[in-house]
């Protein structure tokens, strides 16, 4: 009996494996694009263990080794409770967000359906970000167990940039390492 109660505390004990990509849509259908395949409901759940090609799932190391050779850091985080000014673009947002050093940080770009603002946004900022790269790297993040960076990898690479990399753990992950953190200011939109 105690060998059975060992080996199930060993059992629970270990990190529970996240689902794939297909798994996830197979079982809960009504939360993704059935066009996209973008995440659409439930944007805070646990996120799969793969993304679809082009874009590629990077863990921590690898995501600042990809920064430190001059990858675009592009932060997608949703600023709970946050909006921008629709006067002059700039972002109301309620809570400071801090994010990887050197990140550009678009909020809302992660969504499952974008608005044409949004969508705007997001090739605009990113195309000059770019600065006719298409190829350059991009490390796309939020925070563990965030369907929106996945959702930006993707739209990102349906966009035709070359180098996606998903940082599925996001700004968790990369404190986890023990890897500093430092206050992000969210892009204005553009509302000309």
Request: net charge negative; aromatic share 8%.
């Amino acid at each position: 009996m105690l060998r059975i109660l060992l080996c199930l505390a060993l059992y629970l004990a270990l990190p529970a494996q996240a689902a794939t990509y297909a798994e996830a849509r197979d079982k809960r259908p009504e939360l993704f694009d059935p066009d996209t395949g973008y995440r659409i409901g439930r944007q805070r759940a646990p996120t799969p263990s793969d993304i679809p090609p082009p874009a590629q799932l990077v863990d921590t190391d690898t995501a600042a080794a990809l920064i430190a050779e001059g990858a675009l850091v592009l932060d997608v985080f949703g600023a709970a409770q946050s909006r921008f000014d629709e006067l002059d673009g700039t972002w109301l947002v309620s809570k400071e967000r801090l994010s990887l050093p050197g990140a550009l940080w678009l909020p809302e770009t992660g969504r499952g359906r974008l608005s044409p603002t949004m969508q705007a946004y997001l090739e605009t900022n990113l195309a000059a970000a770019m600065d006719g790269q298409p190829d350059r790297p991009i490390v796309v993040f939020c925070i563990a167990d965030c369907w929106m960076s996945w959702n930006a990898a993707q739209r990102i690479s349906d966009l035709g940039y070359g180098a996606v990399y998903w940082f599925r753990l996001g700004t968790d992950g990369w404190l986890d390492e023990g890897r500093r953190l430092v206050p992000a200011t969210p892009v204005p939109v553009n509302v000309d």
